[in-house]
């Protein structure tokens, strides 16, 4: 145990030391990388690449979400079973330095997640997403392309490789963000860049996502949240404090204001559950039987914008944190209502619209 315990001093110290060299030498480009942890969030796979690609390429958009919420429910049970540090609070409290060469890190707005740290649920994140949508692009371009004409093959392999580039460049700024800002260490990120892409490559093998009932949508919602809750109360029962690291984040963090409920386990999970099950509702819902065989460009286009708008003022309306209960439960419903909306309400609303104008045409 204790070599152990001094090499994840050491690994941890070398993550420090790393956030550190990162402040200082490229200060300049803290804007840089505060943008890029907000963009790696996965609210914006919710709120921007879903109803994007939905009204696009449907099948798509729907092992988005699946990548998205299975990924981030993984991302939990790993960190409650691994007991991952983060950077801003560790170098604080670990008995790795001398008081006099403990190295002082800067904290900002996103620094103080209050979930354990391993493995980086942003860089899972956005390596299960961006896997998805490469492959995804990969594969349609690959269907409409004329096999034996070398000029076609030449631009399949110039695509193949500027996307593979922008997707590795795309996850080396997310993991340097993650580190910057003191909210991972190194090997946390790495570890979620490649938790991530086994996720998106085992859904790239599963078929039975586009067609699954809402039965399927409903049992599966039930047992990741009753398999997560169980296995929270079980190692409580143990003598085990899953919520350990909501009372270091409210010490060491600078500032009060930036631990936020949002970042907690729960709030994750209640999301993403809430995620899932709106989807189920809205496959299966009147609204989207009825306007799902429109194929008119011009309705995907409203759509689109259309989703796009509504979704984004949506998302400026935040659930009140002074009541937990009703937090969680208000974080569920305005899960399930982003799928719910783009995929059925919207398109509804839409098709009918351009019908009434079409109408008044004629």
């Known amino acids: 145990m204790n070599a152990i315990n001094s090499i994840m001093d050491a690994m941890q110290g070398f993550g420090v030391s790393t956030t550190h060299y990162l402040q200082t030498n490229y200060q300049d480009a803290q804007g840089l990388f ?33 990548v998205a919420v299975i990924g981030d429910w993984l991302n939990l049970v790993f960190k ?70 070398k000029k076609s093959n030449d631009k399949h392999w110039y695509l193949k490789a500027v996307l593979w580039t922008l997707f590795c460049g795309v996850l080396v700024c997310v ?13 946390q990120v790495i570890a979620g860049v490649i938790t991530g892409i086994i996720v998106a490559e085992a859904f790239n093998r599963t078929q ?17 949240t009753s398999f997560a809750v169980g296995f929270y109360l079980l190692l409580k029962a143990l003598g085990v404090d899953l919520l350990w690291t909501l009372e270091k984040a409210q010490k060491w963090c600078v500032k009060p204001e930036w631990v936020h409920l949002d970042t907690t386990p729960f709030a994750s999970l209640l999301r993403n559950m809430g995620t899932l099950f709106g989807l189920g509702l809205g496959l299966h819902s009147p609204l989207y ?34 009541i937990a209960a009703l937090f969680y439960l208000l974080s569920f419903c305005k899960s399930a209502t982003v799928p719910l909306v783009t995929v ?19």
């Open 208 to 224: 039975w996502i586009y067609n699954a009932s809402m039965k399927k949508y409903f049992y599966t919602t039930l047992f990741l």
């Open 175 to 187: 993991c340097l963000s993650r580190v910057f800002i003191a909210a991972h260490f190194p090997h």
């Open 344 to 362: 059925s309400l919207i398109p509804y609303c839409v098709n009918g619209a351009l019908n009434m104008q079409s109408k008044k045409g004629v």
């Open 80 to 149: 409650w079973i691994l007991f991952g540090e983060r950077p801003y609070w560790w170098v604080h409290e670990t008995a790795h330095y001398a008081d006099s060469d403990r190295p002082h890190i800067e904290q900002y707005p996103m620094t103080c997640e209050t979930g354990p740290g391993s493995p980086s649920g942003h860089a899972m994140g956005a390596a299960g997403v961006y896997y998805t949508l490469v492959t995804s692009i990969l594969a349609i371009m690959t269907s409409k392309k004329k096999y034996g004409g």
């Open 289 to 322: 039987t009825e306007t799902k065989k429109s194929n008119s460009k011009l309705v995907k286009a409203g759509c689109v914008l259309s989703s796009l708008f509504l979704l984004h003022l949506f998302d400026s309306f935040k659930p009140p944190t002074h």
């Open 34 to 66: 505060l943008w890029v942890s907000w963009a790696a969030d996965l609210r914006n796979t919710f709120f921007i690449f879903f109803p994007l690609w939905f009204h696009l390429r449907s099948s798509v958009a729907i092992k988005l979400i699946w």
